[in-house]
């Protein structure tokens, strides 16, 4: 249930989050439907505005909320992070938690590749492609924190680890 913590510095127009870590789950789900198994745990958490479909293969970020993005079915190669951020391979079970600001863009993909993706309660994702105005890295930083982890719930490992990134923010800043 651990999921991998990979944090980005901004990156060219990729502003990323400045202090919360992407959440990189491998092999999270093993449903037969894992489409129909990541839309029951994602509302099942409580996340909203659950779509289906893929990544888009050119580089955005979103300043108004945060995503999570099961991998449902087929593999992928994505980047994540902006231009000189990580590439990634993904495959079917794989399940990425992306913070407001993180960029991310699908490089290549399986012909029967399909991403499940959520947000928390409240938030909206934008498409921003553009550097990132001040009020929108504003934005990004102030976005709440989800109360669950999209995956496992209020016992899920997202808001301890994401609580400890915003604490060690506060007591840097202090």
Known sequence: MRPEILKFSPNGRVPNHPFLPVLLYRA?????????????????AG????????IFSYQHYHTGAHEVLGIAA?????????????????SAGDC????????????SASSDFLVVGAYPPGQDAD???????PEQLGCIAGLPLPETDPLHGERGPLPAIWTQ???????NQA
């Open 96 to 107: 990425l938690v992306l913070p407001a600001g993180t960029g991310h863009r699908r490089i």
């Open 47 to 54: 996340w909203t505005g659950i779509w289906r479909n893929g």
């Open 74 to 90: 087929g593999e992928a190669e994505v980047l994540i992070g902006g231009d000189e951020g990580r590439k990634l391979a993904v």
């Open 28 to 44: 999270a789900l093993d449903d037969e439907d894992k489409a129909a198994g990541f839309e029951r745990r994602f509302s099942g």
């Open 127 to 133: 498409i921003r492609t553009e550097a990132a105005t």
């Open 165 to 171: 990134a915003a604490g060690q923010v506060s007591k």
